[in-house]
């Protein structure tokens, strides 16, 4: 009997926060904008073509650069979100080995990202996965080339949280981790890496 009464008491305090959280999302908008800015710290260097046809190739140290997106969003029930983004990240190469050689990868990818979300009023915390397309192009400064523009397709995943100043606008801070299929041609960029930001969104 005591276990009976117990487990009656777990699942109506269950459905008391399950109801209490409805409540509360009942009045938050379904929809959002999130504007992002913050950082691109890519996992790999460069391998740039020195001469145009010729198989030599110089290892460039891959810098942190910057990565911004805009991104549209819809709450299709409190603890999930669907998320269209398109935005720009960027990373310089150095040279080390080969003086003045120099590369600077540009990339604008377009993403739809499903987010698992646990509203906790003031605070949301969620984890999110996605898809990708990645449309790339390397500038070979030593050259002054920049190869043909390539598009490649990527997963991420990662986590964030929002801080809801209140129901139509929050502040935000995300991190994930972007893998990419092959790279291309004389030269290697490939875009595997974090991408840390910060977001301020507007619900409607």
């Known amino acids: ?10 699942i109506a305090f269950l459905l008391s926060v399950n109801l ?4 509360d999302e009942a009045d938050k908008p379904a929809n959002y904008l999130a504007i992002k800015g913050g950082i691109y710290s890519p996992s790999n260097d460069f391998d740039v073509q020195e001469i145009p046809g010729d198989s030599t190739v110089s290892r460039l140290d891959n810098k942190i650069g910057f990565a911004g997106e805009v ?3 819809h709450y299709i029930m409190p603890v999930l979100a669907m998320e269209l983004g398109a935005g720009y990240f960027e990373s310089k190469g150095s040279g080390e080995a080969v003086a ?21 009023g003031p605070v949301e915390p969620y984890g999110e996965f996605g898809v990708g397309g990645y449309f ?17 397709f990527g997963l991420h995943a990662g986590a964030g949280l929002n801080f809801n100043i209140t129901d139509s606008f929050f502040l ?4 994930r981790y972007l893998w990419t ?7 290697d ?16």
Do not use: C, H
């Open 1 to 10: 009997m005591k276990k009976i009464t117990l487990f009656s008491l777990v």
């Open 20 to 23: 209490s959280w409805a409540a």
């Open 71 to 73: 991104a549209l969003g």
């Open 100 to 120: 003045g050689q120099d590369a600077r990868l540009r990339v604008v990818p377009v993403v739809l990202t499903a987010k698992v979300l646990l509203p906790l």
């Open 136 to 152: 790339s192009k390397v500038r070979d400064f030593k050259i002054d080339e920049s190869t043909n523009t390539k598009a490649m």
């Open 172 to 175: 935000g801070l995300e991190g």
């Open 181 to 187: 299929d092959d790279s291309w041609g004389s030269s």
């Open 189 to 204: 960029a490939n875009l595997d890496g974090f991408i840390t930001t910060a977001a301020l969104g507007f619900r409607y």
